[in-house]
């Protein structure tokens, strides 16, 4: 991660879930849906630093449960529809709700990585401290 002395402070989350740059928050994060961009065209920020591994999936998940397994106990007690008009009306829409979140929470687990500078764990070696 670079100097950032000659750029403004950049709100993490809005940059984030834009999926902008998190230290300038002009260039775009993505090459593609959840690619991301060698560096920012804007300033020149190496994204090599981001590494949002399992973290915005773990979160989709969770979110788009909760609301799904809601959704689907509300209809089932309301309207008791068949089996199948369930799979018909969930299995789309939990798709469609994880492919929308899961771009905007990557942005933002990574413009959170750049703001508080997280990095892989180290050991200490021995002798360092």
């Known amino acids: 991660m670079e ?7 950049v709100n993490p ?5 834009s999926g902008k ?4 928050g002009q260039g775009n994060l993505f090459d593609g849906f959840l690619s991301i961009k060698k560096n920012c065209m804007s300033c020149g920020l190496d994204y090599s630093f981001a590494d949002s591994g399992d ?4 979160f989709v998940i969770m979110i788009v449960g ?5 959704l689907v106990l509300f209809v089932e007690l309301s309207f ?3 089996i199948w ?3 018909v009306l969930w299995l789309p829409l939990t798709v469609l709700l994880a492919a929308a979140t899961l771009r905007p929470l990557k942005g933002l687990m990574i413009a959170l990585q750049y703001k ?12 360092e401290r």
């Open 85 to 87: 008009l369930h799979l």
């Open 66 to 70: 909760f609301v799904i397994v809601g």
């Open 21 to 24: 740059c998190p230290r300038c």
């Open 80 to 82: 008791q529809p068949p």
């Open 116 to 127: 508080h500078k997280a990095e892989e764990g180290r050991l200490d070696e021995p002798g």
């Open 13 to 17: 989350v809005s940059a984030g879930l």
């Open 55 to 58: 973290g915005p999936a773990v």
């Open 3 to 9: 100097d950032k002395a000659h750029f403004p402070p």
